[in-house]
């Protein structure tokens, strides 16, 4: 088969760059997320069953069958997920992401996130804080409850008060706060600051009281990675719209589920590499050290597949005091990512290298020519269910994938 793998990648950049991420509105995840079933629990990276779940993953299942209703405690969870009844599958299998676990249940709230330049939409969880959450595998009172007022409460003041606003363009917001300090994967200040600029003016218009409208703002002022629920559904919106590309080596999904690490490949409809989640490096909460710590695990490094996250470093040197090194290991981490992708974002501008744009549409070529692996960062679970999070640092991919993704390129179009 005659390819031209440059034509195609160029589609594939080209349909990133146009792609414009908006957020129009939230529901309940049983009533849009494309295949959603009752006894269906969505989890974060490439496919993985039960007996190989890690210990977040695990109790983030367990968190969400105790909140659907469907177990009383962690015995009968545990239960109900071993014995074939629970369907386990991919956020990415239904146009959606998770951070961490990434566990999403049928009675959950999702933001809905549409590529009003293609059509195509994404969706994800809001996000419940930092600690000990669902997303990194704990599941006690405290955290149902606080799931349960996200449902109750949260959601339906949030969906009223877009209704007021219209959608929100989240590209520019982005792109806003990409030049205010974050990175928009582990650094969300600015982007946090900006949405509850968009919304304050309309929620207060709701009819909700105004205890209701003072708790949810509390909400969002005091949990700095509510925009990271957001930034990554825009990021799946743009890389989806470059998928299925035939003849292309661009990378459209990284995702980790604790034990594994995923690709897939533009010109590789539906199948995923797969390798070995490795530990991340960093920096740990007091009390914790390295043998506490679970292998990578989460979505959200489709903030660095759409060109940012990690691959943004440089915009965001006070990162480094949440993950580890220092400013001018930033800088060069972002420096080292133009080696590996095709093209430099025309949106994404990282003010520390003269409004440069970010490194963008990783090239599995480019990854194996160079011997350079994406760079990631990323928080840390505890490996027991339960615990929360322990801390944040950096990680990369396991190299085979790319190997592996190369090779399977090579044989389809080759031969």
Known sequence: MAISIEKANKEAIERMQKSQPTLVGLDIAGNVVPGMKKKMILHAGPPITWDRMCGPLKGAVIGGLIYEGLAKNEEEAIELASSGEIEFSPWHHHNGVGPMAGVATYSMPVFIVENTTYGNKAYCTMNEGLGKVLRYGAYDDEVISRLKWMEEELYPVLRDTLKLSGPINLKNLIAQALQMGDECHNRNKAGTSLFIREIAPYLVETDYSEEVKSRVLK?????????????MPAGKATTQAAEWIEGSTIVTTMARNGTDFGI????????????PALQVKGLLFPGFTDDDANPDIGDSTITETAGYGGFAMASAPAIVQFVGGTPKDAMNFTLKMYE??????????VPYLNFRGTPTGIDIRKVIEKGILPQINTGIAHKKPGVGQVGAGLVNPPENIFEDALRAFVEKYVG
């Open 219 to 231: 909400f969002i002022h005091g949990n700095d990675h509510f925009f990271l629920n957001l930034s």
């Open 264 to 275: 897939r490949v533009s010109g590789l409809p539906d199948q995923w590499f797969v390798g």
């Open 340 to 349: 590996i992708t095709a093209a430099e974002n025309e949106t994404y501008k």
